[in-house]
């Protein structure tokens, strides 16, 4: 901050700091002894003030200084409110955080749940098959090492649409619910605090069903798992991160490599038995709703200011 010169009143001081203000110059003013002090802020703007202060010594009733003090009283309320917003959120993030994870996020919560409960069940003699035929994109017959089920959908077409999302809930092993229950509670986390529940459970649906619908055309009904939805939360998040930063999320480049080597690793052989399908469709909605929704915001915005 440094001194730029003086001014005879208060009334001259304070028009003067109005206009600077107007001009996005901050300055402060006092008083010494009959004298008015003209502080300004930014090192970088003492040139520029010293020439405003020349000038407005010159002719200190010129119209635009008189019309600058309007502005300065709008310029400052519009400070005011943008300060009391900034609050707002700060203590809204605050009891956020203090809230347990399933206040927070309670579609995430529900996700991880929902499978962790049909796991322990299927690990019954009582309830693995029925299960299976319940959540299963379609019933089916076992007999041997053969499946037989009908290739029509004729479940779904009777109006038991579930069948479209509710394969996400099987899971055939501990490595297998507990990569997929990590990573839900990381990506779906952050995308239900960021963007509400309603978004995320709208997501979950638009990446689960074309991924579900992929496996099966290629390789059948039996499959299951939360990865190709994890794969979709992640390409959406991931395309966030590179083509939109105003949305604050971020992918860190091991994340990448991991999940992106892993998807490869997968559809190798290296794993076994994979639903590679369901990865590769999940990833590929993701990306798409990632992009699509980075357009159509910067759309409007050109909209709005064109």
């Not at 008083?31 to 003209?38: M, P, Q």
């Not at 899971?171 to 309603?198: D, K, V, W």
């Not at 099966?216 to 998040?237: D, H, I, K, N």
């Not at 076994?272 to 759309?299: D, K, P």
Request: aromatic share 12%; net charge negative.
């Amino acid at each position: 901050m440094r001194k730029i010169g003086t001014l005879p009143s208060e009334q001259q001081a304070k028009l003067f700091e109005d206009f600077l203000l107007t001009e996005e110059i901050g300055a402060n003013i006092d008083t010494s002894g009959d004298e008015w002090n003209i502080w300004i802020l930014d090192e970088d703007q003492v040139e520029q003030a010293k020439q405003e202060l020349a000038a407005f010594t010159d002719d200190p009733g010129a119209e635009k200084y008189q019309a600058a003090t309007r502005q300065a009283e709008a310029i400052r309320d519009e400070r005011i409110a943008q300060a009391r917003a900034a609050v707002k959120r700060q203590v809204k993030v605050r009891d956020t955080w203090n809230q347990p994870f399933t206040s927070r996020c309670p579609v995430t919560s529900l996700l991880i749940g929902v499978s962790v409960v049909v796991f322990l069940l299927m690990q019954t003699n009582d309830y693995n098959i029925p299960i299976r035929q319940a959540l299963s994109i379609c019933s089916f017959e076992v007999s041997g090492d053969m499946v037989r089920y009908d290739t029509r959908l004729l479940d779904i077409q009777k109006g038991e649409l579930w069948r479209l999302v509710s394969p996400i809930f099987l899971h055939f092993g501990p490595l297998h619910i507990l990569f997929n229950c990590i990573m839900t509670y990381q990506l779906g986390g952050a995308i239900e605090i960021n963007r509400g529940s309603l978004k995320l459970a709208a997501m979950v649906i638009l990446i689960a069903v074309p991924s579900n619908l992929a496996q099966y055309w290629f390789s059948g009904p039996m499959f299951g798992g939360l990865s190709g939805v994890v794969y979709g939360l992640f390409g959406y998040m991931w395309m966030k991160s590179l083509y939109d930063p105003q949305s604050s999320f971020f992918i860190p480049p091991n994340m990448v490599i991991i999940l992106i080597g892993w998807f490869f690793l997968c559809i190798a052989g290296v794993v076994g038995n994979v639903a590679n399908y369901a990865h590769g469709f999940g990833l590929g909605t993701g990306i798409v709703i990632g992009l699509a929704s980075t357009w159509w915001r910067e759309a409007g915005k050109s909209n709005r200011t064109g």
